[in-house]
């Protein structure tokens, strides 16, 4: 069955450091989301990539937060100066239609962060 | 934008019991509700999910109830086993927006 994968499965970092977050979504999907979710707490969203554009993004991201697709397979999401307070797991979700299609989207394992 | 409520954010039930979770959204234009099963160490999963043009649906021992007009929703599983312990997320989806999840609600069952 495809899945969404995501590397690395834990990353520690300094703060102020810069990390990027791997994922490579289902082959045939179109759309791309990133989430992050602080332990314990929900899932909570942070952008939607769509045609090679950020389609929609929380407040979260901010301009610390960057994503793209370098190539056909891979979607980042690069922190450029972590704080203390990304500590997250990070999801990566693909879904093959958008909001009026199925909609459903398939996660991925996820980026455990620590900022140290 | 879309705020989703979710209800209890702890469920404890025995073996053989009925679990029902409960999920309130904000804006009429959602139109897709899914349920997502998260177990430890691990991604959500989907587990089941409605349209805003049914009002019920089933799958074996889960279902899913969606009152339009109230703005809710819930998942209801019978007959729990051990292995339905897990947190179970609810969310509300509408076109051209992002999927937006409750806080999510840990199941416990025991036998």
């Known amino acids: 069955e495809p899945e969404v994968t995501q590397t690395p499965s834990h990353q520690v970092t300094q703060m102020g450091q810069e990390v990027i977050l791997r994922c490579v979504p289902i082959s045939n999907h179109l759309y791309f989301y990133w989430y992050r979710q602080i332990l314990g707490q929900k899932v909570e969203f942070l952008v939607s990539?769509?045609?090679?554009?950020?389609?929609?993004k929380s407040e979260i991201f901010d301009d610390q937060f960057s994503v793209e697709r370098p190539d056909g397979s891979n979607f980042t999401l690069k922190i450029r100066s972590t704080k203390l307070e990304d500590s997250a797991m990070y999801f990566c979700?693909?879904?093959?239609?958008?909001?009026?299609?199925?909609?459903?989207?398939?996660f991925g394992e996820g980026s455990r962060l620590t900022v140290l | 934008g879309e705020n989703v409520e979710q209800h209890p954010s702890t469920l404890s039930v025995q073996e053989g019991d009925s679990a029902v979770i409960k999920c309130t959204y904000s804006?009429?234009?959602?139109?897709?509700f899914p349920w997502y099963k998260q177990e430890l160490g691990k991604g959500p999963q989907l587990i089941i999910d409605i349209r805003s043009n049914v009002g019920e649906k089933k799958d074996q021992r889960i279902a899913v109830t969606l009152n339009k007009t109230a703005k809710h929703f819930s998942l209801h599983i019978t007959e729990t086993q051990p292995e339905d312990s897990a947190v179970y997320f609810c969310a509300a989806y509408q076109a051209g927006t992002a999927l937006i999840f409750g806080k999510g609600t840990t199941l416990s069952v025991s036998s």
């Open positions: 990539f769509y045609n090679n554009e950020i389609s929609e």
């Open positions: 979700a693909s879904s093959e239609l958008g909001g009026g299609g199925t909609g459903e989207l398939f």
């Open positions: 804006d009429s234009a959602s139109n897709y």
